[in-house]
């Protein structure tokens, strides 16, 4: 094989992930071949479903580095999951078949025939069912990294949470200099690493207008400090900045990632802005993992109207990489 391939986690067999991943198959080539870990049964039930043909050619995974790999071929390693209709509702019926999906990807990466991941949704109510914040927490866990950050990425401007997945009333005692200089760190790796270049970083306020009338006053005893000490090492970072004005096209346009203090204070802004454009890409694994920046979305299930596009530029990312 030319190009490592790319290994892909179809994760929660009833979300809109085969889907997409039909329509980006049948709408773009990619020099990487992919390995889709996923189920027969279930895709062949989504292919009648949507109306996409295409060869399926069934692999093993202990000899994945044994076979002249392409794209003509839909190239699955079957995990069983057996069900007799194209959907159903998500429960944890599929727990087991995520988590098998899950280790067989994982045994691939540690015998490096691969450095490249994706996971399609799955489902955080049900599979990750409160032990983990997230999947990025999860495959964090699972590959022994203490140190991680979720990076929301377009070419034009990503942004980074310092928090993911908090409730509201656990962010601000969350935030510290530890964390902050953690993710800066791996946000400069990254971009040095894999983009050649050294990003210009904006950081905003955990409060509105970075101003506080409590005793505690994060921005100030935190989040600026920290940012003179980077600074200090010669980071391009700059801040805080209040969030509901460092997204204006002005002042955007300054800076290659944005760090937030909490989920929603960077996603909701850089979504409205590129919407299926953007990839969630997890730094800090052994491997490169990407996620398509949206969930099961079961609500959408069998209409044959979902948008792939975010599946193509998480499999276009990788694809363009060494």
């Given at each position: 094989?030319?190009?490592?391939?790319?290994?892909?986690?179809a994760?929660?067999?009833?979300?809109?992930?085969?889907?997409?991943?039909?329509?980006?198959?049948?709408?773009?080539?990619?020099?990487?071949?992919?390995?889709?870990?996923?189920?027969?049964?279930?895709?062949?039930?989504?292919?009648?479903?949507?109306?996409?043909?295409?060869?399926?050619?069934?692999?093993?995974?202990?000899?994945?580095?044994?076979?002249?790999?392409?794209n003509?071929?839909?190239?699955?390693?079957?995990?069983?999951?057996?069900?007799?209709?194209?959907?159903?509702?998500?429960?944890?019926?599929?727990?087991?078949?995520?988590?098998?999906s899950?280790?067989?990807?994982?045994?691939i990466l540690?015998?490096?025939?691969s450095?490249?991941?994706?996971?399609?949704p799955?489902?955080?109510?049900?599979?990750?069912?409160?032990?983990?914040?997230?999947?990025?927490?999860?495959?964090?866990?699972?590959?022994?990294?203490?140190?991680?950050a979720?990076l929301?990425?377009?070419?034009?401007?990503?942004?980074?949470?310092?928090?993911?997945?908090?409730?509201?009333?656990n962010?601000?005692k969350?935030?510290?200099?530890?964390?902050?200089?953690e993710?800066?760190?791996?946000?400069?790796?990254?971009?040095?690493?894999?983009?050649?270049?050294?990003?210009?970083?904006?950081?905003?306020?955990?409060?509105?207008?970075?101003?506080?009338?409590?005793?505690?006053?994060?921005?100030?005893?935190?989040?600026?400090?920290t940012?003179?000490?980077l600074?200090?090492?010669?980071?391009?970072?700059?801040?805080?900045?209040?969030?509901?004005?460092?997204?204006?096209?002005?002042?955007?346009?300054?800076?290659?990632?944005?760090?937030g203090?909490?989920?929603?204070?960077?996603?909701t802004?850089?979504?409205?802005?590129?919407?299926?454009?953007?990839?969630?890409?997890?730094?800090?694994?052994?491997?490169?993992?990407?996620?398509?920046?949206?969930?099961?979305?079961?609500k959408?299930?069998?209409?044959?109207?979902?948008?792939?596009?975010?599946?193509?530029?998480?499999i276009?990312?990788?694809?363009?990489?060494?």
């Amino acid at each position: 094989m030319t190009c490592k391939p790319i290994i892909i986690v179809a994760g929660e067999p009833n979300s809109i992930f085969f889907e997409i991943y039909l329509k980006t198959m049948s709408s773009k080539k990619f020099r990487s071949p992919l390995v889709l870990i996923a189920s027969l049964n279930m895709i062949k039930l989504q292919m009648k479903k949507v109306n996409i043909k295409k060869k399926i050619r069934c692999l093993d995974f202990l000899r994945l580095d044994k076979y002249k790999l392409d794209n003509n071929y839909i190239n699955l390693i079957d995990v069983n999951y057996n069900q007799s209709k194209a959907f159903e509702k998500i429960s944890i019926k599929s727990n087991d078949y995520i988590t098998k999906s899950f280790n067989l990807a994982s045994k691939i990466l540690k015998k490096k025939i691969s450095n490249k991941f994706i996971n399609g949704p799955i489902s955080k109510k049900y599979f990750l069912n409160k032990k983990y914040l997230g999947i990025t927490e999860y495959l964090a866990d699972k590959s022994n990294s203490k140190k991680f950050a979720m990076l929301i990425y377009n070419e034009k401007l990503s942004v980074c949470p310092l928090t993911t997945h908090l409730p509201l009333k656990n962010v601000s005692k969350s935030i510290n200099r530890k964390l902050i200089i953690e993710k800066v760190k791996l946000i400069d790796l990254f971009y040095k690493k894999y983009l050649k270049r050294k990003p210009k970083i904006g950081v905003t306020g955990l409060n509105p207008h970075c101003e506080s009338i409590d005793i505690n006053d994060e921005d100030k005893e935190i989040i600026k400090p920290t940012i003179k000490y980077l600074s200090k090492l010669k980071y391009k970072i700059f801040g805080p900045y209040a969030a509901d004005t460092i997204f204006l096209k002005k002042n955007r346009n300054n800076y290659d990632v944005i760090i937030g203090m909490y989920h929603d204070q960077v996603l909701t802004p850089v979504k409205t802005l590129f919407e299926y454009d953007a990839i969630n890409i997890t730094l800090g694994l052994p491997y490169l993992r990407v996620s398509p920046d949206h969930g099961p979305n079961e609500k959408m299930l069998g209409k044959n109207l979902s948008n792939p596009q975010s599946l193509i530029k998480a499999i276009s990312f990788l694809d363009n990489l060494k």
